[in-house]
């Protein structure tokens, strides 16, 4: 089994910071790509950010230049650093890996529990 860990979220007010991290364990033989999706109330999940195993990322438009996706491939871990936060961004946040496991033969998707981020005005 993989298992995907979120923390970090929380309440912030507008103009803060927060930074998200997800920690990925178990019977994983090697991890593609990682990253970070939200979805607010009443609306569709969305990708936020994601990066490949070669550290090539993207991000969403809204985001650009607020938020920035890292990982830590010795830790199976990644970040979302969020800046400039704002009301909008209000969601729960998920992570989510793309993971080949052990004794597997295809790469599959895993996805965390969520983490609240609540931006005040």
């Known amino acids: 089994q993989v298992q995907l860990v979120e923390s970090g979220g929380g309440l912030v007010q507008a103009g803060g910071s927060l930074r998200l991290s997800c920690v990925a364990s178990g019977r994983i033989f090697s991890i593609n790509a990682m990253g970070w999706y939200r979805q607010a109330p009443g609306k569709q999940r969305e990708l936020v950010a994601r990066i490949n195993s070669g550290g090539s990322t993207n991000h969403a438009d809204s985001v650009k230049g607020r938020f920035t996706i890292s990982r830590d491939n010795a830790k199976n871990t990644v970040y979302l650093q969020m800046n400039s936060l704002k009301p909008e961004d209000t969601a729960v946040y998920y992570c989510?890996?793309?993971?080949?496991?052990?004794?597997?033969?295809?790469?599959?998707?895993?996805w965390g529990q969520g983490t609240q981020v609540t931006v005040s005005s």
């Open positions: 989510n890996i793309l993971a080949l496991p052990y004794g597997g033969n295809r790469h599959a998707d895993y």
